[in-house]
């Protein structure tokens, strides 16, 4: 059974840093590009950053770069996202996922609020 079990978010005053964790199961973990995504409420879930098998690759939005930072540690099937400089534009829910998995499969997310 496919499972993502998001975690490290949580409340940061602008500036601050957080560090995401994304544990991933039921699969093949090394073998798949992963990706980090969020949704803001009332708004459509975002791509924020992507990284391919072995890490040699990665991409970002617009938004996070030079920012933020993705990678993986594909011993311990785990994704992760590090965030600093964080603005309130950041405040939302973020979720992992798999590239071209499916049917596509989704954790609760981790809510990560930027606010003074």
């Known amino acids: 059974q496919v499972q993502f079990v998001e975690s490290g978010g949580g409340l940061v005053q602008p500036g601050g840093s957080l560090r995401l964790s994304c544990e991933a199961s039921g699969f093949m973990f090394s073998v798949y590009t992963m990706s980090w995504y969020r949704q803001a409420p009332g708004k459509e879930r975002e791509f924020v950053a992507g990284?391919?098998?072995?890490?040699?690759?990665?991409n970002y939005v617009d938004s996070v770069k030079g920012r933020f930072t993705i990678s993986r540690n594909n011993a311990k099937n785990t994704l992760y996202l590090q965030m600093n400089n964080l603005e309130p534009e950041d405040t939302a829910v973020y979720y992992c996922?798999?590239?071209?998995?499916?049917?596509?499969?989704w954790g609760q997310g981790t809510q990560v609020t930027v606010s003074s």
């Open positions: 996922k798999a590239d071209q998995l499916t049917p596509a499969s």
């Open positions: 990284i391919t098998r072995f890490g040699t690759t990665t």
